[in-house]
């Protein structure tokens, strides 16, 4: 029996992610499906892959797209959007403030005001002020800030590169029910409907 | 004013562009769009971005994940699908055939052939004969296979890659209005809406 849940990977520096964020909690609810947010790192699956840099930085007709897509892509969907001055971001910190929230119902609410910041304001989300605002603004205690720092959840970061490599995932935002992958903002209502058939499967 | 014309940009090894290329007409009648189908061949345009094979074959987990896709697309498009043994395929000569039709009534349907016996019917579209098959399915001359060698044809598929690169293109299928660019079946809805929009204001 497949566990139903979406497991929904991004990284907080990624554009497309912005888009995934915004949209999934209220598809989810529609469909009765359970998300589980998945910050992890997209750079060392890049490194692997020989990126030293954003895929979109290195093709550079690709990159002028992406953000001409994206800008379009946030009218149709009803999404603000503001080009950050600085791409890619550094979203370690972020990573790990999101897995020291994991298991909380303040997880998503900080996961969306951290892409907000960034692409809905144009704001950098490697600053520890901004962070520290969209654990406020999320209702989660700001003493969490220190505990991004603790071994813990360092080493929870790597374990989650680790699971990404082994459900071979190259890119993000990606999501995975069991060892179904769907990779993309373009994907997101088909791997919905992908979890929701698994739980009604189950159901039976 | 804007040519509301759609300019539909594909390689016939192209595995997404198989989905367009079956899609694309229903949809432009619906919207009453004109669609002119642009070959090209997407080989130069990846050896300027460093790539001397499909980035589908250097980047292993895209490419496993890509035929994964496809298929699971073309169930959700209720389309037909046999992954080839071969990819990507030599797509030179269907491209310059392709542009001996330009202007015929007969394009289109060459086309889908094209990518059907290929991607339905896993066949190899290099072959003379699968191609000979295309032609007169299309109900087009066979003579034309000859043409298909000549200068005239050669020169207006390297002018087709010059064109190619001034618009921005980096993949296929693309989608251009003007200087608008669409990248990906996934665009396809979106490019055919935008040019429905050019087309409603210029009546005005």
Redesign the interface.
């Known amino acids: 029996m497949t566990d139903p849940k979406l497991h929904f990977w991004f990284d907080f520096a990624s554009t497309y992610s912005y888009l995934s964020a915004m949209r999934i909690e209220s598809l989810a609810t529609k469909a009765d499906i359970e998300i589980v947010w998945e910050p992890f790192l997209l750079g060392p699956i890049f490194a692997a892959?020989g990126w030293t840099d954003s895929p979109f930085n290195i093709?550079a007709?690709?990159g002028?797209?992406m953000w001409?897509?994206l800008e379009?892509r946030c009218a149709?969907l009803g999404l603000p959007f503001q080009r950050p001055k600085q791409f890619p971001q550094h979203s370690l910190r972020a990573a790990r403030l999101g897995l020291a929230l994991r298991g909380t119902p303040q997880l998503a609410t900080f996961c969306r005001a951290v892409f907000s910041a960034q692409f809905a304001h144009g704001g950098n989300i490697s600053e520890s002020e901004l962070l520290h605002t969209c654990l406020s603004s999320a209702g989660a205690n700001s003493d969490l800030a220190d505990k991004a720092d603790n071994p813990d959840i360092k080493a929870a970061l790597r374990r989650q590169g680790d699971r990404a490599r082994a459900l071979?995932?190259?890119?993000a935002p990606s999501f995975t029910i069991g060892p179904e992958?769907?990779?993309?903002d373009?994907?997101l209502e088909?791997a919905i409907a992908f979890a929701a058939q698994i739980s009604d499967a189950n159901k039976v």
Chains 1, 2 share one sequence.
Do not use: H, S, T
């Open positions: 892959q093709y007709a690709k002028r797209y001409r897509d379009r149709v071979g995932l190259f890119g992958l769907f990779w993309g373009d994907r088909d």
